[in-house]
């Protein structure tokens, strides 16, 4: 449980990516005080978690709904995952949000909910992963980690957030975009295994196990 538990964790977190929203965080928010900017922040991060955490709880429901099966889910949500990655990687964000929206929403009274929370933290990727997971997992201690790895995953967009400006004068633009490479190549990795679990399930391919 505590390797799915990890996994669930670190598949969130790096698809969410804190470092990387920060550069749209200062722009839409440029304008408002610390104090508004402080508020902004906590209610995107909590508007995300609450989303995240009821697709999670009803990804189960979804599948059957949609007469989905699990490798299917899991093969797709892969796909999107590993499309994710080679954003990351080439430190282009074009999944998350889209320019028009952005200056859409810059123009906004409020850039909490869209487009923060949605899509920039909890963007079609994290709530397709969260889903996923939720239906991988094979008792209720492992839903319950999907859960708890969600609102971890909170607080640290949170702290993240809270701290942005900081981390943007330290790490610069170039720095964020080396951290998002990183975290883009873990991603692509567990992206792959998604596909390969999923292609296991539908006894396309042979299980693949680990050294």
């Not at 804190?18 to 610390?34: D, F, Q, W």
């Not at 909890?122 to 709530?127: E, I, K, T």
Request: include cysteine.
């Amino acid at each position: 449980m505590l390797d799915f538990a990890i996994t669930a964790f670190v598949s969130i977190l790096f698809l969410v990516d804190p470092p990387g929203i920060i550069p749209a965080y200062l722009s839409l928010t440029a304008r408002y005080n610390p104090a508004r900017r402080r508020k902004t922040a906590l209610t995107a991060c909590i508007a995300a978690t609450i989303t995240l955490m009821v697709f999670a709880a009803g990804g189960t429901y979804l599948f059957h709904f949609l007469s989905l099966t699990l490798p299917a889910f899991q093969i797709a949500g892969g796909f999107i995952l590993f499309f994710v990655a080679l954003d990351m990687i080439r430190a282009q964000r074009s999944t998350q949000e889209d320019p028009e929206e952005m200056k859409e929403s810059a123009a906004s009274s409020d850039v909490a909910i869209t487009p923060l929370a949605i899509p920039l933290l909890a963007g079609p990727a994290a709530l397709s992963t969260v889903a996923v997971l939720s239906a991988k997992a094979q008792n209720l201690g492992e839903s319950a980690s999907v859960q708890v790895a969600i609102i971890l995953t909170g607080i640290v967009c949170f702290i993240t957030l809270r701290l942005a400006e900081p981390i943007q004068k330290r790490l610069g633009t170039t720095g964020i975009h080396v951290l998002g490479r990183v975290l883009g190549l873990v991603l692509a990795g567990i992206a792959v295994q998604f596909v390969l679990d999923g292609a296991a399930a539908a006894k396309i391919i042979p299980p693949v196990r680990g050294e």
